[in-house]
């Protein structure tokens, strides 16, 4: 195993608590194939990291494409739309890490706050080479080789770890390598331009003859080429990401139906109930009394 590698044994976990708890950590060391990507951006209310542990893969971020390569770090904030996908061939080895941990203890805040910027770039992907990237690994081996044991300190020592990985993230991202890079043809990259711009303003007036004026394409162009690249007509991916955001909403506040469905862009009340019926099987207010209020969700390591 080279020095800069991951420690990686497939299909290995670990787990502190859950989703809706102050402090909670999922480690999956799996790995995923073209033959199961994603048909669909999603967000959460944890933090996400994903690690490509070999080959290269393509991760879309709100829209924009983003190519990585090996040991490539995904830093994703909590509602961060993204979705990643593997291309055909052997399936690709990936740690996804999901965590939440209190920001709020007196006298750390700034410290904290510190430590998860990198998660607020515009561009939130790390790449480090050589003896850097070691450094920046090194925790992350302590954290795997730490949990094998069944020692009761385990919790306590990981989230130490892991906090070191952070600041060694946050401390070392002036020397971050990573270059965009343009991916796949010119109309791929405009219809992603167009996925960015429809999460940008799902809560507006969107229609297919406003986004092609806005992105100087024909009606019937845009129409067939959003289809072929994402799977999904121009007004189900508009729906899609409505619904999402008003999910969102009925999860984490307590604001009225008859505004959040308003505030997601939809011309009518019963509108809104026929979509948010259609792609989540169930009425909005069934969905808020079945999820709770406390934000919980699990975790969507599984892509």
Same mark, same amino acid.
């Given at each position: ?51 490509? /542990? ?61 430590? /998860? ?187």
């Amino acid at each position: 195993m080279l020095e800069s590698d991951l420690l990686y044994e497939q299909e290995y976990s670990i787990r502190i608590n859950t989703p809706a708890d102050p402090l909670f950590y999922y480690f999956d060391y799996d790995q995923r194939s073209h033959d199961i990507n994603m048909e669909f951006q999603h967000d959460h209310d944890f933090y996400e990291i994903h690690i490509l /542990l070999d080959s290269s893969a393509t991760h879309i971020i709100e829209g924009n494409v983003h190519a990585l390569q090996q040991y490539d770090i995904v830093l994703l904030a909590p509602y961060r739309l993204h979705m990643t996908q593997y291309p055909a061939g052997l399936p690709h080895k990936r740690l996804i890490i999901n965590f939440n941990m209190p920001r709020n203890i007196p006298g750390l805040e700034t410290a904290y706050n510190e430590m /998860l910027q990198p998660f607020n770039e515009e561009v939130p992907i790390c790449r480090f080479t050589g003896g850097l990237r070691s450094a920046v690994f090194e925790p992350l081996n302590a954290i795997f080789t730490c949990s094998r044991s069944a020692s009761p300190l385990n919790p306590v020592l990981i989230h130490s770890l892991f906090q070191q990985f952070l600041c060694t993230l946050s401390q070392q991202n002036d020397k971050n390598a990573y270059v965009l890079e343009e991916i796949g043809n010119a109309i791929m990259q405009k219809i992603y331009s167009v996925t960015a711009h429809i999460h940008s303003h799902y809560s507006s007036e969107l229609s297919l003859d406003s986004i092609s004026r806005q992105f100087y394409i024909s009606p019937y162009y845009l129409s067939h080429q959003f289809r072929t690249v994402t799977g999904f007509t121009l007004t189900e991916y508009i729906q899609m990401t409505r619904v999402r955001k008003a999910q969102q909403l009925l999860l984490h506040t307590r604001q009225r139906i008859s505004d959040i469905a308003g505030q997601c862009g939809f011309n009518s009340f019963s509108q809104f109930n026929r979509s948010f019926n259609k792609q989540s099987g169930m009425s909005p207010s069934a969905f808020r009394k079945a999820q709770g209020t406390s934000g919980g969700g699990s975790p969507l390591s599984s892509y």
